[in-house]
């Protein structure tokens, strides 16, 4: 099992930056899978990013060359370093974690993106 716990939301002026953050309760090298999604009012919760412990990047097309995802260097902290936002990213952002079969979530940080 794992506990995430995201942190880092607010509002933020288009073109701005945010950055967020998960807390994971045990070291990511032992998660398979790691990354964030995020779910706007009315519409389907979606991929943002994610990484493997090979190293595998993947990202939304919507968000390619704006956000980045990164750990740090202790290795309980995943980061969405998100850059040049636009209203469509408002959203709810959720960190995920898959350890083999199972998925876990954290509760979820408000992303607002509005002048």
């Known amino acids: 099992q794992v506990q995430l716990v995201e942190s880092g939301g607010g509002l933020v002026q288009p073109g701005g930056s945010l950055r967020l953050s998960c807390a994971a309760s045990?070291?990511?090298?032992?998660?398979?899978?790691m990354g964030w999604y995020r779910q706007a009012p009315g519409n389907k919760r979606e991929l943002v990013a994610t990484?493997?412990?090979?190293?595998?990047?993947n990202y939304a097309d919507s968000v390619k060359g704006r956000f980045s995802i990164s750990r740090d260097n202790a290795e309980t902290t995943v980061y969405l370093q998100m850059n040049s936002v636009k209203p469509e990213d408002t959203a709810v952002y959720y960190c995920?974690?898959?350890?083999?079969?199972?998925?876990?979530w954290g509760q979820g940080t408000q992303v607002t993106v509005s002048s």
């Open positions: 995920n974690a898959a350890i083999g079969w199972r998925e876990y």
């Open positions: 045990r070291t990511i090298l032992t998660i398979n899978r």
């Open positions: 990484f493997t412990t090979n190293g595998r990047t």
